[in-house]
C-alpha cells in the first residue's frame, strides 16, 4: 500500500561567519515556531514571511559545553529558540532510520548557496554531529541489538557525483578519466540509474566515514586536476539497508530501504544578473542540473494543485537519478541553508523561494518486501521479456517520442533513438543478471570479497598518513574547505621534480594551465631537514606567499605556494627547526589568495566600509579568475587576454541609463569589477560583467579539460567558442548625460558636453541643442518670451521641445557604424541616430520633436530634475594590416609586445576614486544651473530697470501712488512694446 504524503522541508539560519562580521553585516532572518521571515536590507518595511514544516534557529542563543557540544543556552534570550544538532536529528533523522527499518525508500536533500551551512546540518563537526553520521550511528547499533534474532542485515554505500552534465563514481579512483562518465540507463521497474555504479559493504559509521573521506579525495583530485570547480557539483550519497529473514512459511524474506542522500551545488549564480544577453550563457552544462530540478519542483506543485502537466526529468542527468525521490517510491525531506546576512539578501530569498515550491510536491512511498527467490525469478523473466522484446524491435513510436520528450521527431531522430533504446534494453539485461547473481551470494560471502578488495587501498593510505608525519610534503587547498587538505604529496627524493603529464612522468603530477612538462626542481638536505625551490625554465609561474619566485628559494614550514595559474599547495616540513616555538596563522584558500591579492596592492581592510570591503572582496575573486583565463588562453593560442577593470557607480547609473546590455540590473552604489577582453590579433575590446566573464570562465575551463585529454573537437566554432564575442557587436563607446531642466523654465540649451568612457575618462565631446517649440516644431526666441518663473507653471500646459544632436568631435578612431541612442520620459524604445562610419568626428544632425499635451505633475518633474543619457554605440573597426602583421605570433608573443598590456591591480586601485576620475560628473548639471542663472539674472535685472522706469516717470508726473494693476503691467513687461503699453497705462 502506497503511503502519499508531502515533502517535509526544513529551514535553518547559521551564526554570522568571519566574512560577515568583517563586513559589519546586519541580520535580515527572523524564524517564530514554523515560520522563517526575511526582511529586504534596502527597505525595511519589504518583508515576506513563509511557513515550512520546521524553521530552525542556530543564529544565537548557545553556549559550549565541555567537550565543544554547542547547546541552548537558558540564560540567552533566544535559548529556548535555539535549534541544536540533536534537535534536527531528533525531528528529522529518526523519521529517517523508521523508514529505513520499515522498508521505505527516503531521500534528503541539502540545499542553500556555497557557505550556507548545508554540511554543517547534514554531517556537522568533531562532537557536533549531523544528521548522517548520527543516523549511521544509530542504525548500526540497533542492528548490533537484533544480532541473535534470525535477521541478517546488508548495508552498502555508493557515492556519485555530477558535474557538467557528466556522473562520475567517487569510490572509483579512475572514475574521472572514464570519457563521458557513467551511463543514466531507465530500467522498466526501478527507474533511472547509474549503470556500473560502484555500492561497497560498510558494518560501522566508521566505514562510512572512511568512504565518504575516499570519495571526497578522488572529487578533490578531479577539482585539483580538471580544474573543476566544486561549488558546482552535486553529490549523491546512497545508503542501501537490506534486512532478510525467514518468514513462517519457510520463505526467505527481504525487505529494502535506499537512503539517498543528495547535496545540492551552491544555488548562487544560477540566474546571475550579469550573464544575461550573454549568446553563451545556456551553453553552460554547468547550470543545467538546477534549473532542471527547478523545472521539475514546479512542474510537480502544479501537478499537486490538480494542473495536468508533463514532469521533465529527462532534461538533466540530476532530475534523472531523482525521479523517485521527487515524484516516485520515496519518503522526501529537503534542508534549505540560509545566511543571516544582508550581503546575501539575493541568494537567501532565492532559497527560501525554492524551498517553498518544494513543500507542495507529494511523493508516494511503498514498502520494499519481497520473497528472495521471487525477486530472482522476476529478474529471469524480466530479461526474457527484454530479449523477447529486442528480437521484434518492440518499441512504438510514441515510447520513443516519450524517450526523447519531444512530440515530432525526424526518422534520423528515430532511427538514432532506436540504437540508444537497444543499447539500453542490453545493458538492463546486463544489470538483471548481476541483481540475481547478489541475490544468490550470501551476506559472508559478500563481505569476504569486499575485504579483500579494500585492504591494499587502505594500507596505501595509511602509509601516506604515517609519512606525513615526519618527512616533507605538500597539501592542496581549494575553495571548497571539504576539499582542503585531501591530497598529499610526500617529498621522498633528494632531488624531486614538479610537472604536468605530458612527455616523461614527473615525481610529482600537476595538471592544470600554466604547468609545464617540468614545471619546478625541489631539491631536499635529508639530514638538515631543509628543502628547495626552483623554476625549470624562466617561465613557469611559481608563487611563494604570493611572491614569483625567480631563483632557488628555501622552502618554510606553511609556506603558500601556486603552480602554473589554478595549482594551490602548502608546504610542511615536521622536521623544520624550532617550528614549535613559531604561532602561524589558520593557512585556509581564502588567506592565500588575500596574500596574493595584497602582494598585488589589495589589501583587505574592514576599516574602510562595508563598500570598499565589497570591492575588495571581489577583486580578490576575480584575480585569480583572469589569472586562471589568462593561462588557458596561452596555452590554447587563442589570441585573447583579459584585464580587470573598475567602473564608478556614477558610470554604472550612466550604463543603465543608457540600457547597456548585461548592466541594466546592476546596484550603483559602489564600483563595480568588470573584466576587459582584448582580442590581442585584431585589437578589438569588450567589457564584459563580472558574472558573464565568470560563467565564460566555466567554459573555458571545458575547452582546456577536452584539450588536456587529447579530444578532436576540443576546439570549438567561433559561434561557440567563450573566448570570441561577434566583431559585429554594438559596443559602448562612451555617454554624455543631458540634463533636461533647461526646458522646465522654457529656456533653449545649445552645449558642448564631454562624452566620457565606461571608467569616466573623457574620450570627445557631442554638440547639442534642446529647444522649447511650439506644436508645429517652430523654435522659440527671444522674442517669444516664453520663460517661466516656475516649472509649475508648465502643469496642465502643452509643452513641446526639440532635441538634437549636432555632431561628435574627437572620438577614438576605431569605430565604424556609430550612432547615437537614447530614450526620453517613459519611452519604451530607443530613439536612434543615422550611422556614420570610418571618422572620429560624426555629423549626425539629427533632430526630433517632443509633444506632451498637456504636461502632467511627473513630467515637469521629470524635466525640472532628469536628464537623458546619450549612448554613443558603434563597431570596432579592424585594421587588416594590423592583423595580418599578428598572424604569425603565438597568443605569448603577442602578450610580450602589447604595450598596452595591462595595468597591474594595485595601480587599478590607486588611481580609483570612489567619486569617479577625470570627468566631474556634477560638471554638465552645474553648466544647466549656470544657464539658468544667466537667464533668471538676466529677467530680475530686466524688471528692476522697469520699476526704476516707471518711479521716475510718476516721479516726473509728480504722483504720490500707484495702482498695483500698473505695477504689474510694469513688473511683467518684458518686450519694448509691452513697456510702452505700461507706461500708458501710468499716464
Known amino acids: 500500500m502506497a503511503e502519499e504524503e508531502n515533502v517535509k522541508v526544513a529551514v535553518r539560519v547559521r551564526p554570522f561567519n568571519k566574512r560577515e562580521r568583517d563586513r559589519n553585516a546586519k541580520l535580515i532572518i527572523d524564524m517564530s515556531k514554523n515560520s522563517t521571515k526575511i526582511t529586504n536590507p534596502e527597505d525595511s518595511n519589504d518583508s515576506r514571511t513563509f511557513a515550512f514544516d520546521f524553521s530552525y534557529w542556530s543564529f544565537d542563543g548557545c553556549k559550549e559545553s565541555k567537550d565543544g557540544y554547542f547547546e541552548p543556552d537558558p540564560s540567552h534570550k533566544h535559548g529556548k529558540k535555539f535549534a541544536d544538532q540533536n534537535m534536527v536529528f531528533n525531528d528529522l533523522g529518526r523519521g529517517i532510520l523508521n523508514n529505513a527499518w520499515a522498508g521505505f525508500n527516503t531521500s534528503l536533500f541539502a540545499y542553500g548557496q556555497t557557505g550556507s551551512g548545508k554540511s554543517w546540518s547534514i554531517f556537522g563537526y568533531g562532537v557536533n554531529k549531523g544528521i548522517v553520521p548520527k543516523f549511521a550511528e544509530q542504525m548500526f547499533k540497533e542492528i548490533e541489538a537484533k544480532k541473535g534474532s534470525g535477521i541478517t542485515f546488508e548495508v552498502k554505500f555508493s557515492m556519485l557525483e555530477i558535474y557538467n552534465e557528466n556522473c562520475r563514481d567517487l569510490l572509483d579512483p579512475n572514475g574521472a578519466k572514464k570519457k563521458g562518465g557513467l551511463k543514466i540507463r531507465q530500467h522498466p521497474k526501478k527507474g533511472f540509474y547509474a549503470d556500473g555504479l560502484k555500492e561497497v559493504f560498510v558494518s560501522s559509521y566508521e566505514d562510512i566515514s572512511a568512504r565518504i573521506d575516499e570519495g571526497t579525495v578522488n572529487r578533490t583530485v578531479a577539482s585539483t586536476n580538471m580544474n573543476a570547480t566544486s561549488s558546482r557539483a552535486h553529490t549523491i550519497s546512497g545508503i542501501r539497508f537490506v534486512q532478510k529473514q525467514v518468514n513462517e512459511a519457510g520463505k526467505e524474506m527481504e525487505k529494502k530501504a535506499l537512503i539517498n542522500l543528495v547535496d545540492l551545488a551552491g544555488s548562487e549564480r544560477v540566474d546571475s544578473t550579469g550573464a544575461e544577453g550573454d549568446r553563451l550563457k545556456e551553453g553552460a552544462a554547468i547550470n543545467q542540473s538546477l534549473s532542471s530540478l527547478g523545472n521539475v519542483i514546479s512542474a510537480l506543485a502544479k501537478q499537486a494543485e490538480g494542473e495536468k502537466v508533463r514532469i521533465p526529468y529527462r532534461n538533466s542527468v540530476l532530475t534523472k537519478l531523482l525521479q523517485n525521490a521527487l515524484g516516485g517510491n520515496s519518503k522526501t525531506i529537503m534542508i534549505a541553508a540560509v545566511s543571516p546576512a544582508d550581503i546575501n539578501y539575493d ?3 532565492s532559497t527560501l523561494r525554492y524551498a517553498d515550491r518544494a513543500k507542495q510536491i507529494k511523493t508516494k512511498a511503498i514498502v520494499n518486501e519481497d520473497p528472495t527467490e521471487a525477486l530472482i525469478r522476476e529478474l529471469k523473466e524480466e530479461n526474457e521479456k527484454l530479449k523477447a522484446k529486442m528480437k521484434g524491435g518492440d518499441i512504438s513510436e510514441e515510447d520513443l517520442k516519450d524517450m526523447a520528450g519531444k512530440e515530432v521527431l525526424s526518422k534520423d531522430e528515430l532511427d538514432q533513438l532506436k540504437k540508444e533504446w537497444l543499447a539500453e534494453m542490453k545493458a538492463n539485461m546486463k544489470a538483471n543478471e548481476k541483481e540475481a547473481e547478489e541475490h544468490k551470494k550470501s551476506t559472508d560471502e559478500k563481505l569476504s570479497e569486499q575485504k579483500n578488495r579494500d585492504s591494499e587501498k587502505d594500507s596505501a593510505l595509511a602509509k601516506v598518513m604515517e609519512e606525513k608525519k615526519n618527512k616533507p610534503h605538500f597539501f592542496n587547498l581549494n575553495f571548497d574547505p571539504q576539499l582542503s587538505g585531501r591530497l598529499v604529496h610526500i617529498i621522498q627524493k633528494s632531488e624531486t621534480e614538479v610537472g604536468n603529464h605530458k612527455g616523461k612522468e614527473s615525481d610529482i603530477c600537476m595538471v592544470g594551465p600554466g604547468v609545464h612538462e617540468t614545471h619546478a626542481i625541489i631539491r631536499q638536505d635529508k639530514k638538515a631537514h631543509r628543502v628547495w625551490i626552483k623554476q625549470s625554465e624562466k617561465d613557469c609561474r611559481i608563487l611563494i606567499n604570493g611572491e614569483p619566485c625567480t631563483e632557488e628559494v628555501e622552502l618554510f614550514h606553511n609556506d603558500r605556494l601556486i603552480f602554473g595559474s589554478t595549482q594551490l599547495w602548502v608546504f610542511q616540513n615536521p622536521k623544520e627547526k624550532d617550528i614549535i616555538k613559531k604561532k602561524y596563522p589558520p593557512i585556509t584558500y581564502e588567506y592565500a589568495q588575500e596574500e596574493i591579492a595584497a602582494k598585488a596592492g589589495v589589501k583587505v581592510d574592514t576599516t574602510q566600509g562595508g563598500d570598499m570591503a565589497l570591492l575588495q572582496e571581489d577583486l580578490i575573486d576575480v584575480m585569480p579568475a583572469v589569472e586562471e583565463a589568462n593561462s588557458i588562453s596561452e596555452e590554447l ?35 563595480e569589477v568588470c573584466v576587459k577582453m582584448k582580442n590581442l590579433e585584431n585589437g578589438t575590446e569588450f567589457i564584459w560583467p563580472k558574472e558573464k566573464f565568470l560563467n565564460r570562465l566555466y567554459l573555458m575551463k571545458e575547452m582546456y579539460n577536452n584539450y588536456e585529454e587529447e579530444e578532436e573537437d576540443w576546439d570549438l566554432p567561433e ?9 559585429n557587436t554594438d559596443v559602448n563607446i562612451g555617454t554624455v548625460q543631458v540634463f533636461l531642466q533647461p526646458i522646465a523654465y522654457m529656456v533653449e540649451m545649445k552645449e558642448q558636453l564631454e562624452i566620457t568612457d565606461i571608467k569616466g575618462n573623457k574620450i570627445g565631446v557631442m554638440n547639442l541643442e534642446v529647444a522649447p517649440c511650439d506644436r508645429k516644431g517652430r523654435e522659440y526666441t527671444e522674442a517669444d518670451d516664453m520663460f517661466v518663473d516656475s516649472p509649475d507653471e508648465l502643469v496642465g500646459k502643452d509643452v513641446n521641445f526639440v532635441f538634437k544632436i549636432v555632431n561628435c568631435r574627437g572620438l577614438p578612431n576605431k569605430y565604424t557604424d556609430v550612432h547615437c541612442k537614447y530614450r526620453v520620459y517613459l519611452d519604451e524604445e530607443d530613439t536612434l541616430t543615422d550611422k556614420i562610419s570610418l571618422t572620429s568626428n560624426p555629423d549626425f544632425d539629427h533632430r526630433k520633436q517632443f509633444k506632451f499635451s498637456p504636461a502632467t505633475r511627473q513630467l515637469v518633474d521629470y524635466l525640472n530634475t532628469g536628464s537623458i543619457m546619450v549612448q554613443i554605440v558603434g563597431k570596432q ?6 592583423v595580418a602583421h599578428r598572424k604569425q605570433m603565438t597568443t605569448k608573443e603577442m602578450i610580450k609586445s602589447d604595450r598596452a598590456v595591462f595595468a597591474k591591480t594595485a595601480n587599478l586601485m590607486n588611481g580609483f576614486q570612489m567619486n569617479g576620475r577625470v570627468v566631474d560628473p556634477q560638471k554638465q548639471s552645474i553648466v544647466v544651473e549656470l544657464l539658468l542663472m544667466k537667464k533668471t539674472q538676466a529677467r530680475l535685472q530686466q524688471r528692476c530697470d522697469n520699476l526704476k522706469k516707471m518711479m521716475e516717470k510718476a516721479d516726473q508726473m509728480n504722483r504720490n501712488g500707484v495702482s498695483t494693476k500698473v505695477i504689474k503691467s510694469f513688473f511683467n513687461a518684458h518686450t519694448d512694446e509691452q513697456l510702452a503699453a505700461a507706461m500708458k497705462q501710468l499716464e
Open 347 to 349: 541568494e537567501s530569498m
Open 637 to 671: 593560442d587563442k589570441r585573447v587576454k583579459f584585464e580587470i577593470i573598475l567602473i564608478s557607480p556614477q558610470m554604472l547609473g550612466k550604463m543603465q541609463g543608457a540600457k547597456a546590455e548585461g548592466f541594466n540590473d546592476m546596484k550603483s552604489t559602489q564600483p
Open 719 to 727: 559561434d561557440k567558442d567563450p573566448f570570441q564575442e561577434d566583431v
Open 877 to 882: 573597426y579592424i585594421r587588416k594590416s594590423a
